[in-house]
């Protein structure tokens, strides 16, 4: 009888988990620093979040490593609910650009849901003489392994997508890691690097004023708030040169399907928010939202997809 008791319980119990969680504040575990896109993203989601359930999503910055020390850090949190991580492409691109990284993005993380992806920008700085990317590439060569370009860690998408670009057109350059987009570009507008692929939201705010030359950008159609850019595809003969920096939700694989089932439903609530939407979109952002197991399928694509570039544009870890 106690057992029956014990079994009715468990099996009732878990939809009630669900509907009641959260019942007390979320941290949501963060790769990068204060100022950057994919901080500013996982503000935005966290503020919604807090909205939506009443229970407060706090964001907590673990920069550094690539993103490496978030992510050890997230996938050894207590699978209560009570730890997220807001992460970006470098849970897929840190195992294959490094033989030996403390998490594996399969089995260490149970997928929520995509949350938004950003457009990168090939931006260079206004001092170096190329009004446009045939310049810049020529102007490269000519000078070998004197240009430096910046990115946002090593084994981040701003790095890979930078090593990929340089292997391709046959360009020697020396790869500058930093600890977030924000120290990155302040280097890059400050003439200390001379290029960088990054956010079209990072970007942006520095080339309005003529701090940062964009050229290309990295997606295969031009972008409404730079119309006049072209794409990597147009001007340098690259099809399909796709790069986007994507973020979504992870939790502890060992977390309750119930939590990540509610988790999943807050943030695809929160993805068709008008409100949220628009702030995305002045950012460059586009909302995603979908499946668990959607999620769950296009990590494990990605993993391939970046096996194959690391191989391609033979990056290497910094």
Same mark, same amino acid.
């Given at each position: 009888?106690?057992?029956?008791?014990?079994?009715?319980?468990?099996?009732?119990?878990?939809?009630?988990?669900?509907?009641?969680?959260?019942?007390?504040?979320?941290?949501?575990?963060?790769?990068?620093?204060?100022?950057?896109?994919?901080?500013?993203?996982?503000?935005?989601?966290?503020?919604?979040?807090?909205?939506?359930?009443?229970?407060?999503?706090?964001?907590?910055?673990?920069?550094?490593?690539?993103?490496?020390?978030?992510?050890?850090?997230?996938?050894?949190?207590?699978?209560?609910?009570?730890?997220?991580?807001?992460?970006?492409?470098?849970?897929?691109?840190?195992?294959?650009?490094?033989?030996?990284?403390?998490?594996?993005?399969?089995? %260490?993380?149970?997928?929520?849901? $995509?949350?938004?992806? &950003?457009?990168?920008? !090939? @931006?260079?700085? =206004?001092? +170096? #003489?190329?009004?446009?990317?045939?310049?810049?590439?020529?102007?490269?060569?000519?000078?070998?392994?004197?240009?430096?370009?910046?990115?946002?860690?090593?084994?981040?998408?701003?790095?890979?997508?930078?090593?990929?670009?340089?292997?391709?057109?046959?360009?020697?350059?020396?790869?500058?890691?930093?600890?977030?987009?924000?120290?990155?570009?302040?280097?890059?507008?400050?003439?200390?690097?001379?290029?960088?692929?990054?956010?079209?939201?990072?970007?942006?705010?520095?080339?309005? %004023?003529?701090?940062?030359?964009? $050229?290309?950008?990295? &997606?295969?159609?031009? !972008? @409404?708030?730079? =119309?006049? +850019? #072209?794409?990597?595809?147009?001007?340098?003969?690259?099809?399909?040169?796709?790069?986007?920096?994507?973020?979504?939700?992870?939790?502890?694989?060992?977390?309750?399907?119930?939590?990540?089932?509610?988790?999943?439903?807050?943030?695809?609530?929160?993805?068709?928010?008008?409100?949220?939407?628009?702030?995305?979109?002045?950012?460059?952002?586009?909302?995603?939202?979908?499946?668990?197991?959607?999620?769950?399928?296009?990590?494990?694509?990605?993993?391939?997809?970046?096996?194959?570039?690391?191989?391609?544009?033979?990056?290497?870890?910094?």
């Amino acid at each position: 009888m106690k057992l029956l008791a014990a079994l009715l319980a468990l099996f009732i119990s878990g939809p009630i988990l669900g509907q009641g969680y959260p019942t007390k504040p979320v941290r949501m575990l963060l790769a990068f620093p204060p100022g950057g896109p994919t901080d500013i993203n996982a503000r935005l989601f966290a503020q919604k979040l807090t909205e939506q359930t009443g229970q407060t999503f706090v964001v907590e910055n673990r920069p550094g490593a690539g993103g490496n020390i978030a992510a050890a850090e997230a996938a050894k949190a207590a699978p209560d609910g009570t730890t997220i991580f807001y992460n970006t492409s470098a849970i897929t691109i840190a195992p294959a650009l490094q033989s030996s990284v403390p998490f594996d993005p399969v089995k %260490d993380f149970a997928p929520v849901a $995509l949350t938004a992806t &950003v457009p990168l920008v !090939l @931006a260079i700085h =206004p001092g +170096v #003489p190329a009004k446009n990317l045939q310049e810049f590439i020529a102007y490269a060569r000519a000078n070998p392994g004197k240009l430096n370009y910046a990115s946002s860690g090593s084994g981040t998408i701003t790095h890979l997508s930078g090593a990929l670009f340089a292997s391709q057109m046959g360009l020697k350059m020396q790869h500058i890691p930093y600890k977030g987009s924000a120290p990155a570009l302040v280097d890059v507008v400050g003439g200390q690097t001379q290029m960088m692929i990054d956010t079209i939201s990072t970007v942006l705010p520095y080339a309005r %004023d003529n701090r940062l030359r964009p $050229l290309a950008v990295a &997606v295969q159609r031009r !972008l @409404a708030v730079l =119309p006049e +850019v #072209p794409t990597l595809e147009e001007a340098a003969n690259l099809p399909g040169f796709e790069m986007s920096a994507w973020q979504g939700i992870v939790v502890p694989v060992a977390t309750p399907k119930e939590i990540v089932v509610k988790l999943n439903a807050e943030i695809n609530r929160a993805v068709q928010n008008p409100d949220l939407r628009q702030k995305l979109a002045l950012g460059g952002s586009e909302p995603l939202g979908g499946t668990s197991e959607q999620y769950a399928a296009y990590i494990r694509s990605e993993l391939q997809r970046w096996t194959k570039v690391v191989k391609d544009a033979g990056a290497k870890a910094d």
